[in-house]
């Protein structure tokens, strides 16, 4: 026998989709749900903390002008994230990677609290606000000028790509004759170097102009149509 089926009232019971669970009530989970799963937990609290301390640094900006101006969207807005950043890496000469962590904390905090979505920040003809209020062109410029200046200011800590001609100093200098490299760990070695390098160079970069690595022998020649490195024990 199989198993009995059931009762359409149970079915309807089961099935009951009355509003048990509130609109609100849904947004709210999910939200929780989604920036969970986003975002880490130093994450979060990086977040909130950058958020909460804008919040107080408000409270006093220009006599308390702007003291409400995060918790209500309106044009005001923007400038008292402008005038948070500012403070903080005009006044307290914190680095850009500061100005980026606000920004970001402002932009999930305006999503989550005011689900303010897209990547404009516009009146609309009924005087709503729509869009995100990072993205307001001000605040945006601000925001790129320091990006910029800290691109040119940090170029020498990081470590530049290596190009041709960079590779082909480097080589110059293996073959001429006396090099400290020679006399600090034979010719053979500095070989075998100036081959892996060459190698290694084409083969990470692929760099079509240089497609061939000779190994030419004393005494010989070879005549070829792109750039290539000759290595020999002469």
Avoid at 17 to 23: C, L, Q, V, W
């Amino acid at each position: 026998m199989g198993r009995p089926k059931p009762k359409q009232s149970d079915l309807v019971a089961k099935g009951n989709t009355s509003d048990t669970f509130g609109m609100d009530e849904m947004l709210e989970a999910t939200a929780s749900k989604t920036v969970s799963h986003l975002y880490s937990d130093a994450t979060r609290t990086m977040y909130t903390g950058h958020v909460a301390r804008g919040h107080e640094y408000l409270q006093n900006f220009n006599n308390g002008e702007f003291k409400d101006a995060i918790s209500e969207l309106s044009e005001q807005t923007p400038t008292a994230i402008l005038a948070f950043i500012a403070f903080k890496c005009e006044r307290e000469d914190k680095s850009f990677k500061t100005a980026e962590a606000i920004r970001s904390a402002f932009k999930q905090y305006f999503r989550d609290t005011h689900r303010c979505q897209g990547t404009v920040w516009q009146q609309e003809s009924d005087g709503r606000w729509t869009g995100n209020p990072v993205y307001e062109r001000t605040l945006t410029n601000y925001y790129t000028s320091l990006k910029k200046q800290y691109g040119r200011e940090n170029v020498t800590r990081q470590s530049l790509p290596m190009s041709y001609q960079d590779l082909t100093v480097i080589m110059l200098y293996l073959q001429s004759p006396g090099n400290m490299f020679i006399q600090s760990v034979g010719k053979d070695f500095c070989l075998f170097f100036q081959a892996f390098a060459a190698t290694g160079f084409c083969l990470w970069t692929r760099y079509v102009s240089c497609r061939i690595v000779l190994f030419v022998a004393a005494g010989s020649s070879f005549a070829y149509s792109i750039p290539y490195f000759c290595i020999s024990r002469s």
